[in-house]
């Protein structure tokens, strides 16, 4: 069973920056898809960055230029890293996988991390 565990999250200005990690343990395989989603209170949950295991990445319009999501294979770790926050940012930001995949459109993610705490205060 894959788990995610992710870090990082916490409270900052805006204008400030955070960088959220998310640690895979388990039987993991070289060819997948990963993401980074957000939910704030009283709103669905959207995708915020995707990239497959080739480095093919994808993000939310409201995030490109200020967020980055990337990996580091030796560590089976995904990160985000969040510049100029705004605090529309605000939510609870999970990181999810789906292995034997690339990233696609309406793809679904098997597993999920429990979710890190970002709060952006103006």
């Known amino acids: 069973q894959v788990q995610l565990v992710e870090s990082g999250g916490g409270s900052v200005q805006a204008g400030g920056s955070l960088r959220l990690s998310c640690a895979a343990f388990?039987?993991?395989?070289?060819?997948?898809?990963m993401g980074w989603f957000r939910q704030a209170p009283g709103m669905e949950r959207e995708t915020v960055a995707a990239?497959?295991?080739?480095?093919?990445?994808s993000y939310l319009d409201s995030v490109k230029g200020r967020f980055t999501i990337s990996q580091q294979y030796a560590k089976n770790t995904l990160y985000l890293q969040m510049n100029s926050l705004k605090p529309e940012d605000t939510a609870i930001y999970y990181c999810a996988a789906q292995y034997l995949t690339a990233c696609e459109g309406g793809l679904r993610f098997r597993y999920w991390g429990q979710g890190t705490q970002v709060t952006v205060s103006s």
């Open positions: 388990g039987p993991t395989y070289p060819y997948y898809c």
């Open positions: 990239i497959d295991s080739d480095g093919s990445t």
